[in-house]
């Protein structure tokens, strides 16, 4: 193979040939797509798309370069990057490096050059499935070979794989932002954190402690927090069991917000179950209801209005597996109807599928975070 040549293979034998950038190498992974048409450093840097490999539908990806200041977190996640073209030549007075320097620099394989229409909509049809990518000399079958034997998603805790190790304090707000002044003491469970949400806990008031994902809820409490926070982190929620439990044990003893894999930890941990989606919802326009009688619920702001979402998963929680009387349904999706908040009726505790904190995306849901400090408010002892 050449070497400015790179091949994608499906687990299903579909390939496709297009052009190496960034790192050099083979990797495998979940092939998904992502609609948004920004925001791709955000993405490179979220710690959810481990063990994935990640399409972008917008044709020109990389066109105002790279700025550290987007990034979620401390490194790459993602097996590789597949766009249609590959700008060449950032334009933007933030950018520090180019897409091309970025994903050499942190060892990510890029391929630019295919027909992505093409892949999206195999995808759709066919469902997220194993894939491998190569700029080395391997043949369509082998490659083929090489993604049905990749271990895929099911079954897999990758927490272990990108949360912190020790604890730590977060200071910084949002850019440009006043933060309230502190007066709650928040623990955010680190599953897979994204940096913006610790930014708008700190603008909302909040002293936030970071805790590594196998904290025991007797370690968190033993802090004596007004609220924690499940973040949201890559896998299969159902590989959790440990720390769905811990989660469990925490519930009427504290004010409990999820985000994402967050929020199916905490359907788990009130008696659901989770199941993997079809392609998953990847982008920064997803519609989502919320529900409630108008007059305003509580899970945060009025009923019966449609946000414009970011999201980021592949798992969800089964409706039908959640106990009646004690679990309430606040938001839906308009695509699929599948849910997307949960609130227990008897502690306070509620979740989100989707990521109000936004990065990037639209800020339709940023007064979630508002929700979470009138909790903690109302139930501090």
Known sequence: ???????????????????????????????????????????????????????????????????????????????????????????????????????????????????????????????????????????????????????????????????????????????????????YDVVVMDYGLKRNILRLLVTSGCRVRVMPAYATAQEVLALGPDGVMLSNGPGDPAALGGIVEEVRRMLGRVPVFGICLGHQILGQAMGGRTSKLKFGHHGANHPVMRLGNGEGDEAGGAGGRVEITSQNHGF???????????????????????????RCRDVPAFSVQYHPEAAPGPHDSRYLFETFTRFMAENRR
């Open 1 to 183: 193979m050449a070497d400015d040549q790179a091949l994608l293979a499906l687990e299903d034998g579909t390939t496709f040939r297009g052009h190496s950038f960034g790192a050099t190498g083979t990797a495998t992974g979940e092939v998904v797509f992502n609609t948004a048409m920004t925001g791709y450093v955000e993405v490179l840097t979220d710690p959810s798309y481990r063990g994935q490999m990640v399409a972008m539908t917008y044709p020109l990806i990389g066109n105002y370069g790279v700025s550290p200041d987007d990034f979620e977190s401390r490194g790459l996640w993602l097996s590789a990057f597949i766009v249609k073209e590959a700008a060449r030549r950032p334009s933007n007075w933030r950018s520090r490096m180019s897409l091309d320097d970025l994903l050499r620099e942190r060892g990510v394989l890029g391929i630019s050059g295919i027909d992505t229409r093409r892949l999206v909509k195999h995808i759709r049809e066919a469902g997220a499935m194993k894939a491998a990518v190569s700029t080395e000399a391997l043949g369509e079958r082998e490659l083929v070979a090489l993604a049905r034997e990749s271990p895929g998603l099911v079954g897999r805790d990758l927490v272990r794989e990108v949360a912190c190790t020790e604890s730590y304090e977060w200071t910084e707000p949002l850019p440009g932002r006043e933060p309230a002044p502190p007066r």
């Open 316 to 342: 969800v929680v089964d409706l039908d597996s959640l106990p009646e009387g004690s679990v309430e349904v606040t938001h839906v999706n308009l695509n699929d109807r599948t849910v997307e908040g949960l």
